[in-house]
């Protein structure tokens, strides 16, 4: 029993840290979408409203989405550093596991 639930341990810590992994990139795919919405949203702005504010609006909204696009990979390249710095503290179930089949 003991060592079925060392394996299970193991496989449910390694399954957690995938769901995070893919957690944080689809969190940056979101940014990379909203970013995209706000560039193609000045576009429309200044295409169909001819005037002189819809420039300041597309240079508001370019403004916006390059914000976005910075502030999105801040966070990946953050939260992704984070998660492989922490793994080692997860990974206690393993070496625990091991000790105890010697």
Partial sequence: ?????????????????????MANQTTFLSYLRTAMYFFVAGLTIDSFFP?????????????????????????????????????IHIGEYKSEFEDSNR
């Fill in 1 to 21: 029993m003991r060592k079925y639930m060392g394996k299970e341990l193991i496989l449910r810590e390694k399954l957690a840290i995938e769901r995070t992994h």
């Fill in 51 to 87: 005037i002189y504010s819809s420039h300041l609006l597309l240079i508001l909204f370019f403004c916006i989405s390059i914000f976005l696009l910075l502030f999105g990979g801040y966070s990946f390249y953050k939260n992704r550093k984070w998660i492989n710095r922490n793994k």
